[in-house]
């Protein structure tokens, strides 16, 4: 009985509370009335239409999407070339939220051989960074996405966090009073521990005394460098490397640059260096010798019949070995602008991989640093390496007298598979002859 004459009452109820809800809504249905005056009709739902005459004064809100409207773009990673595969992202340039101009660079990607920048491909506000620092990306990974109508640093700002801990108003003096009457304090019984009589353990004299662990930092090795590891125990491990000495007396060398430099300079606008003569006499020793020129692959042996020299530069990242093509066929202004033009790429991060690619014979000059003597490693896939040092008066015998000259010893560095000794030491027998005599460049001889 009592079961229906619930279900009585709630059928009698139910037409009111439908006409209560209904007549509660009317302004609802009123404000949408007016909202809609102006508004052309759709059978169909469609997206991306402004639903809006020219003459209504309502406007929709919408956010922007980039596959709405094409508001958002993302900054990808670009190529980087035919031999990179991927990159880490070393830094951003960049934070959310700054002001970007299209093509201006958010970010550096650190490869195995240079560094690339990531590009804006838009102007606008960064809005977020997709990848972090540290994350191995490959040509196409996206990096951020850019906002080209946000307002720089506003959207951005986070609000002040809400403590989710009330602050409790202390209670009234008497109030007070009567809970410290209530609760008796109560003091904890203080127990006495026993000292400690036992000497601390002496260390014996055998054992080292290490340095504490507080002082030492371990951080993460770049890419550049884990790559130039790589690659220098490979050729370890590859080349039956053999390092051949000479000395150099650089006399007539540096008369020669004396004399001529200030006319050097008027005509062609570069400095003469000393490692433009290195590179012209590199290259008369190279035709002289081609085998010093070849490379072994495999069961074969490749000839080259043109001359790349990379010229070794060091950068703050790390050691660089950047190509100058054809030096064959250059004289001593195209190889300064070639050397000036890719040392100032290599201290500023902007070598291509291109620069860097190939070479069939290297220079490093570790003389700029002050190096007496040394034995270069070489750069594979090549065969050899010259090595430059510090020039230094030292006593040297001349028709009988002792007298003081400018010295450079000369290191080669060649894999004794594929160069005898006979032929190494023919190389860099001509390289002092050409740089002692420099006229023998002129004559061919």
Known sequence: MASRLASRLLLRRRP???????????????????LLEGVHRYSKPTRGRNLLSNASPYQLWSRSFASDNGDLVEAVVPFMGESVTDGTIANFLKKPGDRVEADEPIAQIETDKVTIDVASPEAGVIEKFIASEGDTVTPGTKVAVISKSAIPNEAHVSPPEETSQKEIPPPPPAEKDKVEEKSPKVEPVKKQEPKLT?????????????PPKERERRVPMPRLRKRIANRLKDSQNTFAMLTTFNEVDMTNMMKLRSDYKDKFVEKHGVKLGLMSCFVK??????????????????????????????????????????????????????????????AKKANSGALSIDEMAGGTFTISNGGVYGSLISTPIINPPQSSILGMHSIVQRPMVVDGKIVARPMMYLALTYDHRLVDGREAVLFLRRIKDVVEDPRRLLLDI
Do not use: W
């Open 198 to 210: 036992t000497p601390p353990l002496k260390s014996s004299p055998s054992e080292p005394q290490l």
């Open 281 to 342: 006499a590199a290259v008369s020793a190279l035709q002289s010798q081609p085998v010093v020129n070849a490379v072994i692959d495999g069961d074969d042996i490749i000839y080259r019949d043109y001359i790349d020299i990379s010229v070794a530069v060091g950068t703050s990242k790390g050691l660089v070995v950047p190509v100058i093509r054809d030096t064959d066929r250059m004289n001593f202004a195209d190889i300064e602008k070639g050397i000036n033009n890719l």
């Open 16 to 34: 009111t509370a439908t006409i209560s809800i209904l007549q509660s809504c009317s302004h609802v249905r009123h404000f949408s009335t007016q």
